[in-house]
Each structure stands twice: as C-alpha cells, then as structure tokens.
C-alpha cells in the first residue's frame, strides 16, 4: 500500500514538473512576442494575447513548490519570470490608492476613449445614445480629449454631439481626422479637443486607413506637451465573429471549427500593426517636447506593438493603475487595448483609472498630469 502511495506521489509530482516546464516554456514564447516582430515570424505574436495567462501560471508553481518537498523547484519559474519581471505591472496593477486628482496650475487631465462611431454602429437612430457619451465627458471634464473612432455628419449643420462636446466642456481647440465613412452622411475618424492653446498640429500617416494625430498643447506658457493619437489595425472581428467567440465561451467548447480564420486574421493584423508601429515610434523620436501617446493600440500589454511605442517611456497604468485594467469590454476581461503612455521627463502622472461603462465596446483611459518644471525626472 504504501509502495502505492508512493508511486502516486511520484507521478504526481513529475507531472507537476512537466506542468512547470511547460508553463516556463510558454511564457518564454510569450516574451519573445514582445521582442522579435510579427514582420519577421509569423504566428510568434499570438502569445502575446495570452501573457496574464503564463504569467499567472508561473506565480502558481512558484507557490506551490514553495510548500512541497521540493523548494528548489521554485528557481525554474522564478528565473523566467526575473527575466519578464518588467512585462509584470504593465499586466498586473499594484496601485489602488494614492491617486491625486487635484487641479492645480501645471496639471491637466487627460482622457482617451475609443466612442465606437458615437453609436452609429449598434444605434443608428438613437440619438440618446450619442447623448449618453456626450453627458459622461461632461462628467468627466477632461481639459485634454482624445476620441479614437469618433463620428460626425459630413454636413456641418446637421452636427450634434461635435457642437455639444466643444460647448459644454469648454474646449479651445477642435482637430478631426477622417479615416473612414459610414455611409453618404457619417465620417468617422480621430477628434482631439483641448482647452490649452494648440501651437501646433500634424498628421502623420501609418498606412492606408490609419493615422496619428499630433497636437503640440501649450499647458502652461512656455511648457508644450506633444498629444500623439492613434487608432492603429485592428483584428477586423465582424459581429459574426464576435457571436461565435461568445457563443464558444457559453457552450465551454472546442467542436466549432473557427480556429483556422481566427489566427489568419490575428496574424495578418499583428504584422500590420507592427509596421505602424515602428512608424510611430521613429516619429516620436524626433518629437522635441515631453510626449503622451495615447489611443486605441488594438494590442495588449508587451506585445511588439505595445513595446515598441512604449520603449522608455512610462505607462500610466503601470505607475497608478490595479487589477488588470480592461479596456475592451467584450470577450475576456484582460483586453487592456487602450493605453495612455508618456515621457518620464518633463511630465508624472498623479492618478489614473479606467471607468466601466456600457457606452462604447472601450471603457475610457483618464490620467492626471503634472508638468516636471525644466524636465527633471
């Protein structure tokens, strides 16, 4: 009986090891995703959709092994996730307190919401609607608006919610840019608002569809702050496709053969996103003023497009956000896709969070700023 026992536990604990290796060697591919581009390996970009997963998988046997026989065994997760420990609170947030929302001179506050055509899409003739978003700006108050996906009537006088965004909260300065169209009527686009004079404003194009906008925002006399926008490639999921994905995680099965599709579509968006991407940073290189990049990524935490945007500028999810931080409220709650980044030097973040809201397929990102005086990190 005992010769049994034993066998039990041997098998046992040996396919805890072959579990462990396993989840070693999937967060290994996780990571290369974020350094090697999809332009150059096919298919490698697709772990990255999984990282809160090998990550929390690695935590696990670090703690189990802690209370086994075998404590040594801990060192084969713990040396992987020290070479990911940087990946760690761009996933995971470890701030829920000491957030600062004070308005003071030098501060601004920031806001960046992909508002899904204001509606148009799902509620084509539901005023109430685009009303709902315009209501929660105003709520808000950000003196700095970003709106990735934003719509608005080619005919100036049948304008609604543009002239109600502008004239409730104040806004200075309007800069749309079209990116596509619904119809004869509906242009949607990237709408940047400001209450800080705007001194100056490009567009920079990522490729056919796809644009940044720049807007260099004077905060304070003398202190410009270079607002970099984007809507980069999505996955291009149809509503169908989207049922489907529902409709798998409802019946908790594998039989729908979807995978196939799926991965083209990810894979075909991933090497484009990483061509805008490398676009985007080879201009934020030759920005002169403190940067915020900010805007619908259409990509998680580390992967290459994430990185690569990022490189050494700070996530403000990262210094003041908890949890995990979902921004794409369909399909799994780790889609954190809309990411609010900035300089080090010359700008710190005080507060930042992510409110639910049924509005838009995003929740909003808001951030709280403070200009460094004479860029002192």
């Not at 805008?276 to 934020?284: D, G, R, S, T």
């Not at 507060?351 to 403070?370: G, K, M, Q």
Request: with cysteine; proline share 5%.
């Amino acid at each position: 009986m005992k010769n049994k026992k034993s066998l039990v536990r041997r098998v046992f604990s040996r396919t805890l090891l072959l579990g462990n290796i396993l989840a070693v060697g999937w967060l290994l591919l996780c990571y290369a995703a974020s350094v090697y581009s999809p332009l150059d390996i096919d298919y490698l970009a697709l772990f990255s959709l999984t990282l809160p997963f090998a990550l929390v998988a690695n935590f696990f046997f670090v703690f189990f092994w802690i209370f086994s026989s075998h404590k040594w065994r801990t060192l084969i997760s713990l040396s992987v996730l020290g070479l990911c420990y940087y990946m760690i609170p761009a996933v995971f947030g470890f701030h829920p307190f000491f957030d600062d929302w004070t308005k003071a001179p030098g501060r601004f506050k920031l806001m960046t919401w992909n508002v899904h055509a204001m509606g148009t899409f799902n509620h084509p003739n539901e005023a109430r609607h685009a009303a709902g978003i315009v209501e929660f700006i105003k709520k808000e108050s950000p003196d700095i608006l970003c709106l990735p996906e934003f719509a608005t009537n080619a005919d100036p006088s049948r304008r609604v919610s543009l002239p109600a965004i502008i004239k409730q909260n104040g806004y200075r300065k309007y800069y749309f840019q079209e990116d596509n169209d619904y119809g004869p009527e509906i242009r949607i686009g990237t709408a940047v608002f400001s209450r800080y004079p705007v001194v100056g404003h490009k567009v920079h194009q990522l490729s056919r569809y796809i644009y940044m906008v720049q807007c260099d925002v004077e905060v304070q006399p003398g202190n410009v702050v270079s607002v970099c926008v984007v809507h980069l490639r999505s996955f291009m999921l149809s509503d169908q496709d989207k049922a489907v994905i529902e409709e798998v995680k409802r019946r908790k099965t594998e039989k729908l053969d979807i995978s196939g599709t799926f991965i083209y579509k990810f894979n075909l968006a991933y090497v484009e996103r990483a061509a805008e991407a490398e676009k985007v940073a080879a201009i934020l290189g030759r920005i002169r003023n403190p940067v915020i990049v900010c805007g619908d990524f259409n990509d998680l935490p580390y992967s290459y497009t994430y990185r690569t945007i990022r490189g050494e500028r700070r996530d403000a999810f990262a210094t003041h956000g908890f949890g995990l931080g979902r921004t794409y409220n369909q399909i799994i709650p780790t889609l954190r896709i809309d990411h609010i980044l900035y300089d080090g030097k010359g700008l710190e973040a005080k507060a930042f969070r992510i409110p639910n809201t049924r509005l838009s397929d995003h929740n909003p990102v808001i951030a709280n700023f403070e200009i460094i005086p004479d860029g002192k990190d």
